[in-house]
């Protein structure tokens, strides 16, 4: 039996870091991307699909979100592959659930999980669902969801929402996924394969095989470690399972580091950012170190000036970054600005030799006269 496991959509979701123009084209993406699991659910033959968990971003997304999200659901009505989906800590069965509304409900092919235990899927095939009816549980949905199953012959995949004991750094948190007793049940063929959400990466824990976390469907942040995938689960009475990661992100976040000690280390970079593909759809995070001259960081500004105007977004991480800037005074005299100006620039020289902000922000101030004045490079 073959089906595919998804998770943490958030249909909705804004980034801080996108400008005006990124968030809608990156809105847009997430929506975009179920047309591609709906595809992936057909070409690997797959039964159903399982989401486990913040389908949405939250119970208030507004109504465009929504519309456009059940828009987007048909496609698996399309394929015929019936999906299930779980509500999570983003969009629990609470009194504002848009999981429970008509809307969502009427729609062709989706199904959602909003009672805890079994749910049969087919003749020898259940669904074992945890959702979450509150932001705040008081126990682990999964002990509860599974409590008094047998091995009776029964395919069965747990579906979930939270974090596992070994992974979730909160010890006092009721409700952590306690994994050993899966693992137990697995053990003892009660049940066949745990889905889970929450965690963003795609993620095997324990050492069944058969407890995954899919990860989201499209990146939401740089440290997440492959994201953008779902997984093509096969599962039969042997064990483990057979797990199939398929890409489906479109987006990425990379973390781009260098140390910055010459004009030429700067060019190095230039290089790599601009091999970066796709970049309307790429969203860098930068960690610079090292000691720059005036004239090689007005270089630097100007290159991500341009690569800030064709990228998705750039930012700098500032507590992974430490780079200085140096004044030297041959190249402001070869500016050649003279009168009051000249006079300026060399206050600034003087109390770029400090340390502190007013000397940080003096080193900044002759970057950009050494742009103004053409020592800058934009291109």
Not at 6 to 35: E, K, N, S
Not at 221 to 244: C, W
Not at 247 to 265: C, I, M, T, Y
Request: with cysteine; aromatic share 4%.
């Amino acid at each position: 039996m073959r089906f595919v496991h998804t998770a943490d959509w958030q249909l909705g979701m804004t980034r801080h870091f996108l400008d005006a123009d990124a968030q809608p084209r990156y809105t847009a993406a997430r929506i975009d991307a179920l047309h591609r699991i709906a595809e992936v659910a057909r070409e690997h033959g797959a039964e159903f699909v399982v989401v486990c968990g913040d389908v949405l971003e939250s119970n208030a997304v507004g109504p465009r979100v929504l519309s456009r999200t059940l828009e987007a659901l048909r496609a698996f009505s399309d394929v015929g592959v019936p999906v299930y989906l779980l509500p999570g800590n983003h969009d629990p069965l609470d009194a504002s659930s848009l999981l429970a509304s008509p809307a969502v409900r009427d729609t062709p092919g989706v199904h959602v999980l909003d009672t805890a235990g079994p749910l049969e899927v087919r003749p020898g095939v259940e669904l074992v669902a945890a959702p979450w009816t509150s932001k705040h549980p008081t126990g682990d949905l999964l002990a509860q969801a599974t409590e008094g199953l047998v091995d009776d012959g029964t395919l069965r995949i747990v579906v979930g929402h939270g974090a596992v004991d070994e992974l979730s750094p909160d010890r006092d948190d009721p409700a952590r996924i306690a994994l050993a007793p899966l693992e137990e049940a697995i053990a003892d063929g009660r049940i066949h394969y745990v889905a889970l959400g929450d965690r963003h990466s795609t993620t095997q824990v324990g050492r069944s095989g058969a407890v995954w976390y899919a990860g989201t469907q499209e990146v939401t942040d740089r440290l997440e470690t492959d994201p953008g995938n779902v997984l093509v689960v096969e599962v039969g009475d042997a064990s483990p399972p057979k797990v199939e990661p398929v890409r489906v992100g479109r987006w990425a976040f990379p973390h781009v580091r260098a140390e910055l000690d010459s004009a030429s280390d700067v060019e190095a970079l230039r290089r790599q950012l601009e091999a970066l593909p796709a970049k309307d759809r790429t969203v860098v995070t930068l960690s610079l170190t090292g000691t720059l001259t005036v004239g090689a960081k007005a270089t630097l500004d100007d290159l991500l000036a341009v690569q800030g105007d064709l990228l998705a977004g750039v930012q700098h991480w500032e507590r992974h970054s430490d780079l200085v800037v140096r004044a030297d005074a041959d190249e402001l005299a070869d500016l050649g600005i003279g009168g009051f100006a000249d006079a300026a620039v060399a206050e600034l020289s003087a109390l770029a030799q400090g340390d502190g902000p007013d000397a940080e922000a003096a080193r900044d101030a002759l970057s950009l006269v050494f742009r103004l004045a053409g020592g800058g490079t934009r291109a």
